[in-house]
């Protein structure tokens, strides 16, 4: 077990029935992640790589359709670009993803009257045809930004907002509230001020390359 769920508070966790709950908790995250569905170990092992060759990795944390299970994906680095708040977090993301005729289709059933004819017309006749699909994930106070008031946090709306765009055709696909912000991005070494990360491991191998390349 390389994880246990706490309230932050020691004095708290120690107390027999908080120390019982968080004991439940832990144990039920534990199967969620490790459900084969989860796909979590494939993330982990897919963004372990992006860390050490680049220095940074990004992981999508979601849940399915059926609601039924989570989902972990692990996002290419060249296909997202992010801001961080003041205190260096990232809350912001905009991704590009991809997606074939047949995937929209299913993704976004519900917002069937939405989806431009042209691929619907491709999940008939060219289902492995690919899109153009933007996400953006950013904070409810950005979404509704007004000159006027600037970034007024509505309390009542959830505090992040997720925007789904068939850039191909320009079509908003969906919008939604979300509770917490989606993603995970470890980095690793980064200089001052600035969000993206370097892989110090990286490092000592370009000077080698570049020789080899010389010779």
Sequence with gaps: PWFKCTSGNEEIDAEEHCARFLEHVT????????????KFVRATKECDRFYVNFGMGVIEID?????????????????????????????????????TARQMLSLYRAEHKRIHQSVKDAADKEPNKVFDVRVLTLPQAEYDYKPETGYARNKAKPPFVRV????????????????????????????SNFPYAFSPATMPGLSDARMAQML
Aim: positive net charge.
């Design 27 to 38: 144990h039920q995250m534990r199967k969620a992640i490790y459900d084969p569905r989860a």
């Design 63 to 99: 849940e399915a359709h059926s609601r039924r299970h989570l989902v972990f994906r692990n996002k290419h680095i060249r296909d997202i670009a992010f801001l961080e708040n003041q205190v260096g977090d990232v809350d912001h993301l905009h991704l590009k993803d991809p997606m």
């Design 164 to 191: 789904h765009i068939d850039a191909t055709n320009q079509v908003i696909l969906r919008e939604e509230g979300r509770a917490v912000f989606p993603y995970v991005v470890p980095r690793w070494h980064r200089f």
